[in-house]
């Protein structure tokens, strides 16, 4: 690689740096998301711990050099462990004056700007609603933080002008130049970069080589211009031993998923409709074919959600993938799966609601309807992931509960964990529990009949699929006689079977782990009780908090329906219990109402995740108040 | 295995595909005839017993999954379209029946009605048309005739109504075709046929709901009427009806006349074919009164069929070809993912 012709003197001495924030900024066509992706793939590999949190608008291309067009993307690298993509940033990459104004805000003081200066001019500070004769690169009002004036649109084009590449190729290889300057930065390799260049541009030689031209310029222009007097080196991590990938909460949901169908020997079945933030889980799974992964792209979220009733009917692993607005929809079909007793998973990656609300913003407002949001009472399991990584394990035991208990499970992720990603010592095969399967393949009385909703000790009908020779029998949505499955409209039927459905829901808290405490001792003056994805910030908050000398404990729950048998008896012994939620205080009303505990909640509905120093804050608070 | 070979021989009869279960429809529904024609049709398929699939909806007609004495799910209002495509999906193998009535397939699950033949699952697909919602006793529906007086239309029903058979072919079903429920032979023959078919069989049956709408399609049941009002397709025979035969369809162009077959030669008859989809459009629209204030007979039989690839085998034919090319990723290396690195 020929990187640079300088002797090693002349190079700026990297300074060693624990953890650092890099945001990269710019329009939604500057590919800010891919570079941030390839920045954190090469931190990743280069074995550093990190947490991601890609933050860009809804619309694919809002009108360029605009606030609302600003597309952002965050990566938290460390030499220690990280547990969230970081309240404030370190370094900004600023494509344009729209993307500087949106995140200076969150740059620490004395923080590094690398402003792009092209995208500074007239037009961009006029669309980035800056006065008129304001321009913050020159009007000193960023005198506390060092700003690095790069034309990066002048050098791109200068560097590849004389390729065959056309205006509109050279104008999409900036963000390359970017990377380039930000991977000498941080003392860090070009080759992964270069890999994944060549890959994706295979078919394309003469873009793979301009990206990479373009890729080395901006390392070299950094190496020879002098102008970066600040290099950062984040040293590799010292995290568990072990075989790590980086991985996207999406895209764990969909290998677990996958992961789930091999161990119970099933094929997968996933019938959905796309809807943001849910849909990569879609892409990804329509790519295992060869696995007998099935995946149908159907013509609504109903249908969806009904094309895997069928699927489950039929004896598969069926799932269906979506988001609020889509959960809503499916809200009938549930119950049918519900009375039905049929397995099926539900995964609802939670955006900011009602209504459209903020699609690409993150939020855990839909806990409430996940516990009840079915007409009559048709009671299920409800499943959270807590971190990217966790999304594996959590829809992986969704997927084990819903087939060996015979019931629709909702598994809940939201857009902060599904978009985010960190390192992941992900398992191997060996590793995962095994799912068990039996379907009836002959009549289950003693005089050779079949009752199709005769339960076993955990209240569990058999599974019979279509096609087995003797036990044609009809489902429905009608209420039903227990054990013959048959139509029955009496009274006290119909109490009988409510209750047993419920008991059925309940009984599985004999087969989940007992809750824990994660941080922190047990009768710890605090603790804090979370679930989903506010595991990161109250992970670091309290363990900062811990190691400051504060009693407080972390308890964060996977099962929130049922939950787990001794959580009540754990949370009786702490003195004050705080749970942080991206709502208005769901998890709190689900506490409160169970346990009979004075439970405090700390909301943020603001499309955001918490912060580490807001949780501290919110925790030394309630701790003194 | 010997029980499997003794129970091959046992020829089944239609009180075999009957359930234990007490029909409820009202006396006189048209619904008995539509269930004693599949049960009669059914011995004689070659489809093993377990292998056959009801799906139904919500409405008078969604019972019938409750009536036959096979696999059978009775789901929820409109979605039965949907689920038979992931039971399709997910077992090629089976022989699924969506039973389904106007209300139910072509209002609340009017979107999956047309997707399911626009993807051309091969399901037989029945929508029992009788022109009102009768479960909950008397609201018009997406087929009654405008001016329908029902409880929710006192004053005349302002609705234009569907013409399922139309709606059908617009949506690419590649099998159209409408039978009734006074015309058992008739019926037995156009299941058979539908059975036949590879892809969305779709079949319109007219039935008669004698509490909330009697006697709808009764001139083409009626011995005084039957002849003038319906025309029975045939495919590859001219296109004839009348009290005696007397009367034929023409074809000007693309202009349908009935012709007095006194005065014009039978060679010169619009002759049905199946496969024709530009002449089903025109055949399908003898619906309404059709141009110049002609009215047409409403036909009854095959309307339309074609050959296209079925959806289900597409897929599996994805998943082989797939399977072979590129061979199974194994669970291993979906975990590990192709950039890992170790920490020591």
Redesign the interface.
Known sequence: MEITDKSKERIAKPNDVDKIVVRFSGDSGDGMQLTGMQFTDTAALFGNDLSTFPDYPSEIRAPIGTIAGVSGFQVHIGSTEIYTPGDSYDVILAMNAAALKVDLPRLKRGGVIIANTQGFDNKNLTLAKYPAGVNPLEDGTLANYIVHHVDVTKHTKECLINTDLGTKEIERSKNMFVLGLLYWMFDKPLDNTINFINEKFGRKPNIAAGNIKALKAGWNYADHTEIFNTRFHVAPAKLPPGVYRNITGNHATAIGLIAAAEKANLPLFLGSYPITPATDILHELSKYKANNVKTLQAEDEIAAICSAIGAAYTGNLAITTTSGPGLSLKTEALGLATMLELPLVVVNVQRGGPSTGLPTKTEQSDLLMAMYGRHGEAPLPVIAASSPSDCFDAVFDACKIAVEHMTPVIFLSDGYIANGSEPWRFPTEDDLKNITVNFLDKPNTEDGLLLPYKRNEFFVRPWIKPGTKGLEHRIGGLEKQDETGNVCYEAINHEKMTTLRANKIKKIEDCIPLAEVATGSENASICVLGWGSTFGSTKAAVKTLVEDGYDVAQVHLRYINPFPKNLGELLHGFDKILIPEMNSGQLLQLIRAKYLVPAIGYSKVQGLPFTVEEMKTKIIETLNA | MET?TL?KNVTLGPKDFA?N?DVKWCPGCGDYSILKQVQTIFPDLGV??????F?SGIGCSSRF??Y?????????HG?AA??????????P??SVWVISGDGDALSIGG??F??LMRKNFDVNYLVFNNQIYSLTKGQYSPTSEKGKVTKTSPFGSIDEPFNPTELALGAKASFVSRTLDRDPNHMQSILKRAHQHKGTSFVEVYQNCPVFNDGAFFPFSDKETKKDEAIFLEHGKPLVFGQNGEKGIHLNGLTPEIVDLNNVCTNDLWVHDENDKTKANLIARFFDTCSNDVHFPRPFGVIYKEDRAVYEYM?EQ??EQ??T????????K????D??????
Not at chain 2, 68 to 76: A, K, P, R
Not at chain 2, 325 to 332: E, F, P
């Open positions: 499997i129970n359930s279960m093993p017993k377990e292998d056959f699939v799906v999954t409750y036959m004495d096979t696999y059978g799910l009775h789901s929820i979605r949907a689920i038979a495509s992931g039971v399709k999906a997910s077992n193998n089976l979107n999956h047309i997707h897929m994805q998943i797939l399977t090319q590129k061979g199974k990723t194994s669970l291993n979906i975990l590990s993912g950039k890992t690195w170790t920490i020591a």
